[in-house]
């Protein structure tokens, strides 16, 4: 992190990257999920999926959270661990379909390119996410009634293994292609940060499923959560001081 060419701090990336794409899904959840949600349904039990049930609670007061993945013991070292977290059960639930039928919202947090969750499990009034749509398929994404997007950047600054690409005649065959555009238009749905400042319209009812599409990474994210993240450690004393002679020269090459 930089300002006025003074490097501030070198963070882990790995913590950084957690928060930042759960607090997107809290986001997500506080604009557009039903304000009495109370149940979340979860896929996946990593580092990811950690830090979105952290953000889910903030964003919602949650009864239970259901989670599944296909390893029984990550799963369940994963509901034992977050239970303590959060200070609400964290069920491990044995097949997928129960992290998701009945429940207020679903998350995908999976490192799967293909689809985690079918259609018919997602219940009326439901709020879906996902921390890349991979995971949900458009057939999910087309059963709601209002889709957010992270952005509308999505070609050709991002590229997923697995989506499916598109060439230009006489491209580079070494260079990577640029997104393929869903048949049903995700892409084009209103950003997230459009919802929330008010220039796009949000939920309406209780009964209209919403999703949130977290289909691109953006630099802000990191720079918002890194200096959180520095003011934290400043106030505790915490991380090591580096001298800044190690980062800079009085020489140009």
């Known amino acids: 992190m930089c300002s006025s060419d003074l490097m501030l701090a070198i963070l ?7 928060f930042r794409v759960a607090a997107t899904g809290g986001l997500g959840i506080k ?3 039903r304000p009495d949600a109370k149940t979340m349904g979860l896929y996946g039990a990593g580092w990811q999926a950690e830090t979105q049930v952290i953000s889910a609670c903030e964003a919602r007061r949650l009864d239970y959270v259901k989670v599944y993945s296909p390893t029984r013991a990550k799963r369940e070292e994963f509901a034992q661990r977050l239970s303590q977290r959060v200070g609400i059960p964290v069920i491990a639930v044995d097949r997928p379909e129960e992290a998701a039928i009945g429940l207020d919202i679903v998350a995908a947090t999976t490192n799967s390119i293909t689809q985690v969750i079918k259609p018919d499990w997602i219940s009326t009034g439901t ?9 949900l398929g458009d057939d999910v994404i087309a059963k709601a009634d209002l889709v957010a997007v992270h952005s ?32 049903i238009g995700w892409e084009s749905s209103p950003e ?23 289909n691109i990474g953006l630099g802000l994210q990191f720079a918002a959560v890194g200096a959180l993240i520095l003011d934290k450690a400043n106030e505790r004393g915490l991380g090591i001081r580096l001298p800044d002679g190690w980062f800079t020269e009085d020489v140009h090459p």
């Open 192 to 214: 997230l940060h459009t919802i929330m400042g008010g220039g796009a319209a949000g939920r309406t009812d209780s009964k209209q499923i919403t999703c949130f599409v977290n």
């Open 127 to 135: 709020h879906i996410s996902c921390v890349k749509h991979l995971e």
């Open 152 to 183: 509308h950047r999505t070609t050709p600054e991002n590229y997923m293994i697995g989506q499916g690409e598109t060439r230009i005649e006489g491209q580079d065959p070494n260079e990577k292609g640029a997104h393929q555009v869903s048949d």
């Open 12 to 18: 882990p990336d790995g913590v950084v990257q957690g």
């Open 31 to 33: 604009y557009l999920a």
